[in-house]
Structures are given as C-alpha cells and as structure tokens.
C-alpha cells in the first residue's frame, strides 16, 4: 500500500510542471496519501531536500512557468552507488513511491529507482517534444506560442526593411519546435536535425526567393544546435538580394504562463500517475497518444522510434 509519494522535476523545466506537481498533490492528498516534494530534482533525493506538500502548497502556482520545486541535471545519477543512497534516503523518509517529471534522462533514473524497489512513474517534462512514448510533452504547447509570438514580431520588423530573418530555435535534437513554428508563422524556410542542412542549398533558395519570387522578406526557422546563425546571417547578407540577421530566441522559450492545454495535459498525467501508484504499478511512464492518456513500460517507452513528422514536413512544402 502506498502511504507517501515523493514528487520531483528534473532536466530542463518547462512551462507545466508546476501544474504537474500540483494536480500529483491534490489527487494523492484526496486518496488520503501523504506527499513530499523534492527539490531540485534527482540532487534533492541524494540530499535529502524533502519538503511536505499540503493542499495550500500548491496554491497559485497552476499558472506559473518553471517548477517550484527547482530542477536539476545529475548526470552522476546514472551511477548505482549514487541510486543505492537515494534509495536509502527514499526509505528513511518513509517515501514509497514517486512521480518523476521530465526528459528521457529522467525516466531513465526512474526506471532504475524502479528496478531497486522504489516504484516510479514518468511524466513527460520538456519544451522538445522529444520523449518518446507519447504525442505532446508537458511545456511544448507553450513555448510554441512563445516561438510564434516572438516570429510575428520579427516578420513586421523584416518586411518593412526586406531582411531574412533567421531564427534559432530550441529542441535539443528534436525539430517539432522548429517545424510547428515554421508553419504556424508562414516561414520561408525550415531547417532541422530531421531536414538536415547544406549551406549552399539555403543560399540557393534565398537568391530564387528574392530574384524570381520577389519576396521581400523571407523567414528562416532553425533548429539550435546546427550552425552558427549568426555567420550564416552574414553569407545571406553578402550572397543574397536580402540583409540577413540572426536571433536566437534562447531560454525565453522555457518561461512563461503555460497555455490551457498544456495545464489541461499536466493535470490529467498528474491524475494518471497518482492512479498507477495507488494501484502499485511503477516503471512506467504517462504519455499521450492520439488524443488518449496512456502508459506503458518506460523501456518499451525509450525503445520506441520517434513518430515520424514526415506528413507535417510535406504539409510546410506544400504551403510555401
Ligand atoms: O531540454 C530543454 C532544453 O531547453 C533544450 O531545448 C536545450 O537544448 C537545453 O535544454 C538547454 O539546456 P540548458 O538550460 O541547461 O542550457
């Protein structure tokens, strides 16, 4: 029987978790099981930074980016010795089980608390939309909007001095922020780890947009982590009819309010994951998948390929 759950967010935080934490809280205190809040991530459970959440604790904070439990990258947490003294902390605390909170790196330390004993569920916790095992992570629906918003802008600004706007956006290794802000904003231009990117190519595109289209401004969406956008700004400048500037919108993608539907989705996985501890299941991670919640093992989770964006890329293609 489960009588205390430990809740945790970590890798990067996105907009989200907070209502995650909350809907974990409120849902377990209604089924009578106490609930302890780790701070600081995988860090907290190797220092024993444990603070009791009560009804009130969670209060005001289902519309706040970030995570006020604070995160953190631990990659020595995939070290045993390192899980054994978590464990350890886990059981003095009278902590049987817990909801984890975060990226693929995340449900990997959940999976190994798991296997020692300590039953663990995932929830999907990041801006990249690049957890496998499911449809939407909690955070992307928000910074989509920040991404879009913030392109809107620099269309009005490149439009009335005929520029090329490129824009770097984040994702790690993933290109759905980069590809649903290139169509939801009309870009000129996508470039992501899945289109692959050939300088000479880029360039190309710009002199025929700019000479036989006559577009007088262009947009560029670009995933980070490619190239140096700055320099490529630079080469748009001196080989295309456009002056080229570069913006990297940076970690203004991770804040903000989160949207309704990433508040509705933290709180249903929350309500999930609560419902698969009270009934012992851990290992396992919540995910979304054609519009219904869903769970399955965390290793099948991470051996899973990635849904293919190959419909979508077509789509932009089509509507250039
Ligand atoms: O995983 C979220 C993310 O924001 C990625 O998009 C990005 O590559 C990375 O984290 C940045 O990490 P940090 O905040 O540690 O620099």
């Known amino acids: 029987m489960v009588r205390k759950i430990g809740v945790l967010t970590s890798g990067g935080d996105a907009p989200g978790m907070n209502a995650a934490i909350r809907a974990v809280t409120r849902i377990a205190l209604n089924n009578g099981v106490e609930v302890v809040g780790v701070k600081n991530g995988y860090r907290g459970l190797l220092e024993e930074t444990f603070i009791p959440l009560e009804r009130g604790s969670v209060s005001d904070i289902l519309d706040r980016g970030g995570t006020f439990l604070g995160s953190a990258r631990l990659p020595g947490f995939r070290e045993e010795a390192m899980q054994d003294e ?32 300590i039953n663990c569920i995932g929830l999907p916790g990041t801006i990249d939309n690049d957890i496998p095992g499911t449809d939407l992570t909690i955070g992307f629906d928000t910074a989509l909007r920040t991404c879009v918003e913030n392109v809107d802008k620099l269309r009005d600004t490149s439009s009335s001095h005929h520029r090329c706007s490129i824009v770097e956006v984040m994702g790690n290794h993933c290109g759905d922020l980069a590809l649903y802000t290139a169509i939801s904003c009309g870009a000129e231009m996508v470039i992501t780890p899945e289109t692959g990117y050939d300088e000479i190519e880029v360039i190309e ?76 299941i851990g290992g396992q991670c919540v995910g979304i998948i054609d519009n219904s919640l869903t769970a399955m093992p965390i290793q099948e989770a991470l051996e899973r390929p990635k849904a293919s964006r190959k419909h979508l890329y077509r789509l932009f293609d089509r509507l250039v």
Request: with cysteine; charged share 25%; aromatic share 2%.
């Open 86 to 117: 978590c464990v350890k902390h886990l059981r003095r605390n009278g902590i049987d089980a817990l909801v984890v909170i975060g990226g693929d790196g995340s449900y990997r330390g959940a999976l190994a608390l798991t296997k020692k004993g």
């Open 205 to 280: 595109r710009l002199r025929y947009l700019g000479n036989a289209v006559r577009k007088n401004h262009a947009i560029v969406i670009i995933s980070e982590k490619i190239t140096d956008v700055e320099a490529l700004a630079k080469k748009v400048t001196l080989n295309t009819e456009f002056s080229g500037r570069a913006t990297v919108l940076g970690h203004i993608q991770r804040g903000g309010s989160p949207t309704p539907s990433d508040r509705m989705l933290a709180s249903r996985m929350g309500e999930k994951a609560v419902d698969l501890l009270m009934e012992g």
